[in-house]
Structure formats: C-alpha cells, structure tokens
C-alpha cells in the first residue's frame, strides 16, 4: 500500500506490546548493520541510523515506545560486552534526547497550521536533528571514552565522529521512521499490507547495499564511488520530484548508505579527518537536495488539492458545492440513497434585515446543526446560498423521521444578535436515488423544487388537494413557469393592451368615500393584468409570484408607471377629472436605484402633476428594507407625490413601522375587512388602526369592502375611504378614463374629501362594537 501524505500536525499513533516489540526489533538489526560503516582505527561508525529510528518511533508512537527501546539498547550492549555505566549512559542518552525532542515537536505542531512545507521540513529537521544530536553526543561520548580500548584522539575526536554520525542518522531516519510507521499502522488497521512495486524494489535495494556494505567492499575499486555519485544524485532528483515524503525520504536514506558503502577505504598514512569531512559534505548535499525539493513539491500538491477542494467544496461551511455533490453521487456505492432538501426560503428577506455577515453566520450554525443531527455516514453540501442538500444512507421511515426531527428544530428557529433578532424559514424536500435514479443532473432542480413546493402555500393547497407533486411532475411544473417569465418578459416590451388581445394591461378600481359623498371620491388604484389572448387570463397571483421569484418586478413597476403616464397623457385626463391615481411598488423597486429616477423622467415628460399620484408600498415588502423604503417614500414626497402604506397589519412591525415611514394613507389589510360584521377581533383590529392613525394625522382606506354593511360599519368606525367589489369592480383603465373624459369636470371646491364631522363619529372606547353579538364571538 503507497503511503498517503502525512499532515504536518499528525498525533501520536494507537501503541500496544506488538508495536513496543516491533520497534525493539528494528532497532537491534538496524545497530548491528550500522557497524559496518565504521571509521578506521575509531571503530565508530560513519553514520548511527538506530538513533534516528528510535527518535522517529517516539515520535510516531509516543513516548511509551521507550518502554520497548530502553531494554532493546541494554540488551544490544550486553550481547557486545559493553559495561554496565557505559550501557547506562547510552540507555539515558537516547531516553533523554527522544523525549526532548517529542515535547519540541509536541509543542511546535500545535502552532503549523497552514504553514508553508518548505518552512515546516526547516523546522521539523532543526527540532530534531540539533537537540538530538548534541544530547547523544554530549552523553554517548563518554560511552567510548570510558572503554578499557578508549579509541586514539581524545574527546573532541570522539565527539566530532559520534556527532556527525547521530546528524546524520537523526536527519535521515527520524523522519522516514516516523512516516513509515504511520503508513504501517494504516495498513494494519485496514487490513493485510499491500507492497507497491516501488516498496519491494527499495527494500531489496536496502538488503543489497548492505550485503555490498559487509561483503564487497573490494568492489569500491577506482571510478566506482564517483560515477555511484552522479547516479545517487540523479536518483533522488527524480525522486524528490516524483515521490510523496515518504518515498523521497526512503530514497535519501538509501542513496546516502550506497555512498557509503562505495567509498573507498582509508589509504595509509591519510587523515580520516578529511574522508569524514567529504562524506558529511556530500551527505549535507544529498539531504538539502532532497528534502527541500520535496518539500517545494509539496508545497505545489498542496496548493493544486487545495484548488481541487475549492472546486469541489463551500468556502463557508466547508461542504460540496453542486459539482462536488454530483460527482459525489456518481461515485457512490450503489444502493437506495436519499436526498434531503433544507431551504431557507426568506434568506433574502435575513440578509435586508440584518446584513450579509450575521446571515452567514446563521448559514454556518445550520451547517453545524446539520452535521450534529445526521452523523458523519451523510453527504452534506451546500450548492447555493440558503440551500443544503444531504445524502442520507437511511431506510424510508428512517429519513421521514429526520426529516420531521429537522423541521421541528429548524423551521421558525430563532437568532438574536445586538440590534434585531430573526426567524429563519425554512422549507423541506424529500427525493429518494433507489437504484441511482436522478433525474439526470436535474436531480438538484427536482429537489430545490420540492423544498419550493413546501415552502409555496399555493402548491401546497394542490398537494393537500390530492395534485401530484412527484419531482418529475414538479419539473414540468418549473419548465411551464419558465416558459411564462420568458413570455412575461417579451410582454414587458410591448405597450400596455387590452383584455380582447394578448399581452399585459392596465384595470383601476375606484376608491370611494367611506360616507357614500360621490364628490369626495379619492381616486383610483392601477392593477396589472395578464391576457393570455386564449380566453383564460393568467392570474396576478400566479405570474407576479413568478416575476418577483426571477427579478421582474423592478421591470415590471417601471413598465406600470409608463404606462400609466401615456395613458393620462393620451386622454387628456387631469387632477381635477380622476383624483389621486395610486400605484403599487414591490418590495424589489423599493431598493431599486433607478426608480425614482424613472418616476421623476416621466413626471417631466407629461407635465402632469406630481400630487395626482400615490405611491403604494407594503407593509411585509417593505419592513426588511425600512431604511430605504423611508428614503424613496420622502423623495418622492419631496417631488409633490404622496404615499401609501398598504396591507398594513399583516406585517411584523404594525403601529411601530407607522412611526418611521413618510405617509399619508394607510391602507387596512383585507382579512380584517371580510369577517368584520362577525368577529370581535377583527372589529378591535379595525377600530385601534384607526385610532392611531387618526391620531397621526393620516387618512385610512378599508379594503375587500363588499356589502353596504360593511360600508356603513367601517364608516362608523371612522375609515375614510373604502375599495372592494362591493363598491366599484375593476374595470380597463383606458375605458375609465374615455368615460371620464366625457363628463364635464368636476369643481375644483368638490376636489378635497369632506373631513367628517365630530359629531358623525362614534366616540373612542368599547361601544362601537356591532350589538347582538354574544361576548366572545
């Protein structure tokens, strides 16, 4: 099995008696193979693999390993006759310089992260190599000093061939060991170790250099240690290149004991001190050379996974993006898989409120929470903003019974944060993969149209009605809707039509005195409507949803508004002969930068009068966006419009929004309307909407107003104006206007709506309720 790319900051491998065994083991053969690199009359070797091995073992394992390496290293020395202090002094030295090195390591690992490799090579060898070597050569001297055969030279000879051989064995053993051993134990604990072709190759390569090393030193003849030079170089240069840390290092290793083994013996009469000085050199070499272009390849892999796992995976939550989740689900082992769907439907709506920041940091909770609730066993991804997908391996009850476990927590969830606090909304999908069915790669549209589905009241009234909601079904359904935005848009291009043809057109609804005084009549509503030029009209409810849903709705205020001027203008149609002429703003338009600019463009290029407009924002469109609806509803009363605030009750501010906002109508909200000759509450609503605005000044207009009673009623409660099919249906604005341009114009003293009377209103407090009713209804 190749060994896998060891991250910097690795903790300790699981250590039992087999591995302390193990490790023992190696230590001794790798010692006795050492002594055959010794130096001339020293009788020291060259270079102390055992030492690096020992340290790169407690650095896989921990120090436990000492437990098994202490009575390894006295064993070994009994077994050659080395005294009893001497055996001490190594057995202390090595416990010493490996400890002293893993609390190094130890603490310099907590603090790598995402530290460049080239950097982390230099700091790894550095913590190893220069406190190793000097407490084993510090110690480990006096272990040959305090022989009976002490070796010629005195201490600084001693000390200088024992450190350069535990340099060198630490820089090209510790390393090797400890990424060997971790790429052992993962094959252990996987199973049978597979041998790659390159591995077998590399330990029979270590078996020869040492048999030549011991046997066949007759070979070294002249010419052999230098051209060996040319082909070891060459062989790590294409190592460091190809390889990943633990080949390179394995490489390294053996290429510097093949040198060793070719170098030529001592000539009489020459120093050592000059062959150890051009094996050191040589050896310095061969490590900078491989370590450092290993490390610069490194440091290229990891930039190149870190772009494959950019490309694949959400810089927020660290989950797949929609092309990881696709591939993921391609390479998936077949069986019956299910997709989960979380949608935060009214993400947008978040982001008005409390700005982009806070609401990732909500993404970033959901994603935990998610993880947290389903296990590591799922695919988790995150395609788009406020959508998360999740590929559960569960049976079919099993995913409805965490389904419905996720939207007990989530949906309605709530966040505080220092100056507001949210609810996020959240929708859900369901969409079973049995047998790798996907739809294609619409598998991810299907789902999202699922979520769309249960977050959408309308087709949700479908689904409880028995309609088919199944994914394919649902995609026929967002391909329909997709052909009607892009007729939609084409419709935007052309000038307003009439009911007969196809395209879009222009209706108003008068909006009456709430008295029955004709002449104080306040104007008109424009509505949009759709002709299909087949008969069967597309409903506002339906396209509008849509054009919002897509970006439409800045175009389509914007194409309203013309229209609405060149057919004024067109009709010859004045204050004076229609009264205030009232149009409807989305919530996209109230953020829409070009609007008012649009409205000011057209003011000038009619000559109509600024006050015979009224601009309509809602209230639950309008709420999110507070600071900007403030801003468009005072410019526009600064160009001589006036403002409306419509539906209001249905929102999430009410009578505070009332504060903040520019206004001069308030538009009661229809549900209150309906039920108002028999509910108490909806009686209560209507009178306390219009105590306060009374009170601020503004003037009410009562909507879905359809029986005399209900005139008389709101009348009576002290609402203005009144609109609804009871009082006048909807009819083609340019029809309206034709019929107005036929009557003679009304007095200019008629224009203004009679403020009623004190003594017509019923007084403030609890006796203005309907009579009749029992308490409680």
């Not at 400890?178 to 134990?185: G, I, M, P, R, T």
């Not at 084409?490 to 395209?503: K, V």
């Not at 219009?690 to 005399?708: K, N, Q, S, W, Y």
Request: with cysteine.
């Amino acid at each position: 099995m190749p060994s896998k790319h060891l991250p910097a900051t690795t903790t300790s491998l699981a250590f039992d008696y087999k591995r302390g065994l193990a490790g023992a083991l190696l230590w001794m053969v790798v010692a006795q193979a050492s002594q055959a690199y010794s130096l001339g009359s020293l009788d020291m070797s060259l270079i102390w693999p055992a030492d690096g091995i020992a340290i790169g073992l407690v650095l896989a394992y921990g120090p436990r390993m000492l437990w098994a390496l202490g009575p390894a290293v006295a064993l070994w020395h009994a077994l050659h006759g080395i005294g009893l202090l001497q055996s001490l002094i190594g057995v202390g030295a090595l416990v010493l310089a490996a400890q002293l090195v893993w609390h190094l390591m130890r603490f310099d690992r907590r603090r790598e992260a995402g530290r460049n490799p080239v950097v982390t090579a230099i700091r790894f060898h550095a913590l190893t190599v220069l406190p190793g070597a000097a407490v084993l050569t510090a110690l480990g001297s006096w272990q040959f000093l305090l022989a009976a055969d002490a070796p010629p030279g005195g201490l600084l000879r001693v000390a200088g061939v024992m450190g350069m051989s535990e340099v060198f064995g630490i820089l090209l053993f510790s390393r090797l060991t400890e990424l060997a051993a971790h790429a052992f134990d993962g094959g252990w604990r996987a199973g049978p170790l597979r041998w790659a072709r390159w591995q077998g190759f590399w330990v029979a390569g270590l078996a020869a250099v040492m048999a030549i090393a011991h046997w066949g030193s007759s070979l070294a003849g002249p010419g052999v240690g230098p051209s060996a030079r040319y082909i070891v170089f060459l062989l790590v240069a294409w190592a460091a290149y190809r390889g990943n840390p633990l080949f390179v290092h394995l490489t390294t290793a053996l290429s510097a004991l093949t040198l060793l083994a070719f170098t030529p013996p001592l000539m009489a009469g020459h120093s050592p001190s000059l062959v150890v000085l051009d094996q050191a050199l040589l050896m310095v070499c061969l490590a900078a050379l491989s370590f450092f272009a290993s490390a610069t390849m490194e440091h290229r892999r990891e930039m190149e996974r870190s772009l494959h796992e950019a490309a694949s995976h959400d810089g927020l939550t660290g989950f797949l993006n929609e092309r990881g989740l696709l591939n993921a689900l391609k390479e998936a082992a077949p069986g019956p898989t299910r997709l989960i769907g979380v949608s935060l439907h009214n993400l947008e709506h978040v982001v008005d409120l409390i700005g982009l920041f806070h609401t990732r940091e909500i993404e970033q909770d959901v994603s935990i929470f998610l993880r947290n609730q389903l296990g590591r066993a799922c695919v988790y991804a995150r395609p788009r903003d406020g959508f998360f997908v999740v590929a559960v391996p569960f049976s079919a009850d099993d995913a409805d019974a965490r389904l419905l476990q996720l939207r007990t927590a989530l949906d309605g969830r709530r966040y505080v944060f220092a100056e507001h606090s949210v609810r996020i909304q959240t929708a859900f999908g369901l969409l079973p993969l049995d047998g790798g069915r996907a739809l294609g790669d619409d598998v991810l549209a299907a789902l999202m149209l699922l979520c769309e589905a249960d977050g959408d009241p309308a087709l949700g009234d479908r689904h409880a009605q028995g309609a088919d909601l199944a994914p394919d079904h649902l995609m026929r359904i967002r391909r329909g809707q997709l052909s009607q935005v892009e007729a939609l848009k084409d419709a935007l291009r052309l000038p307003a039509g009439s009911p007969e043809t196809s395209g879009l057109w222009l209706a108003c609804q008068p909006i009456r005195s709430a008295h029955g005084d004709h002449d104080g009549d306040l104007g008109v509503e424009v509505l949009l409507r759709w002709a299909s030029g087949s008969g069967s009209p597309h409903l506002p409810g339906e396209f509008l949803p849509l054009a919002e849903r897509y970006g439409l709705m800045p175009q389509v205020d914007r194409w309203v508004i013309t229209q609405v001027f060149s057919a004024l203008v067109a009709h010859g149609v004045t204050r004076r002969d229609l009264g205030k002429v009232a149009i409807n703003l989305s919530g996209a338009s109230v953020s829409d930068p070009r609007l008012l600019a649009h409205i000011d463009q057209c003011l000038g290029a009619s000559g109509l009068d600024p006050a015979m407009f009224c601009f309509e924002v809602t209230e639950t469109a309008g709420i999110v966006q507070r600071s900007r609806a403030v801003d468009l509803l005072a410019s526009l009363r600064a160009m001589g419009a006036r403002t409306s605030l419509d539906d209001f009750g249905t929102g999430l501010a009410t009578f505070d929004y009332l504060k903040s906002l520019p206004l001069d109508y308030v538009k009661i909200d229809g549900s209150f309307v309906q039920g108002i000759l028999s509910s108490r509450v909806d009686q209560r609503i209507v009178l306390a909407i219009c105590d306060v605005v009374r009170a601020m000044g503004l003037t009410t207009i009562a909507e879905f107003v359809e029986t005399p009673a209900q005139r008389a009623l709101l009348a009576a409660y002290g609402v203005d104006y009144v609109q609804g099919y009871g009082i006048a249906k909807p009819l083609p604005l340019a029809q309206y206007l034709q019929q107005l341009a036929r009557r003679e114009p009304r007095p200019a003293a008629q224009q203004a709506a009679p403020a009623p009377a004190a003594a017509d209103l019923w007084p403030a407090g609890h006796g203005r309720l309907v009579p009749g009713m029992a308490q409680g209804e």
